[in-house]
């Protein structure tokens, strides 16, 4: 039989810079076999790093006409590293307890890089100058932003000050009242 894993990136969130991952173990004859089993004996398991979650099959398996048997599936939460990146291994295997000495099981394992989470960049903003209508504002971020929009109320509407493509600048808004 031939055994593998399949995964999915289902969804990233960039507020908690994490992703939640489906893993599902599958295993397929590579010839027409009458191989089943339908105690419930095998069990399989899927994992991420060090988070490992086993299943016992309900049903057993079946490996007549090359059918596709899944020994294991489970959804997984992932923090990635600071900079949104992460590479996890990711594992599964599944064992018969006894019924067979032809089919015993299988496993599989890969190195999987996740797609990178955007990171909101750090910004530090100051008061450069004042007047009664207008102010300066200097502000820098820990890396390079694309588009700079500002917010003179609360943040219900905001103005876009254009590309800058920047880690530092300033910028002046004028028409305010004292």
Known sequence: VDTWLEYKVLSQ?????????????????TFD??????????????????????YTMTGGYDFDNYKLNKFADHTFTVSHNADGTKTVTIKGAWSDS????????????ASVSLP???????ANISLGSRTETSLTVNW????????????????TNYT????????????TITGLTA
Do not use: C, E, M
């Open 33 to 54: 076999s009458s191989t089943a089993h339908t105690v419930t004996r095998q069990f399989g398991y899927v994992q991420i790093g060090s988070d490992q979650q086993y």
């Open 116 to 122: 990178t989470i955007p990171q909101y960049a750090k």
């Open 160 to 171: 876009a000050l254009g590309s800058v493509n920047a880690t530092s600048g300033s910028f």
């Open 140 to 155: 820098s971020t820990d890396q390079t932003i694309d588009y700079l929009w500002y917010s003179t109320n609360g943040g």
């Open 98 to 109: 006894g019924w067979s000495s032809f089919i015993t099981g299988g496993s599989a394992s």
């Open 13 to 29: 969130s960039i507020d908690n810079n994490q992703s939640t991952v489906r893993v599902i173990l599958y295993s397929q004859a």
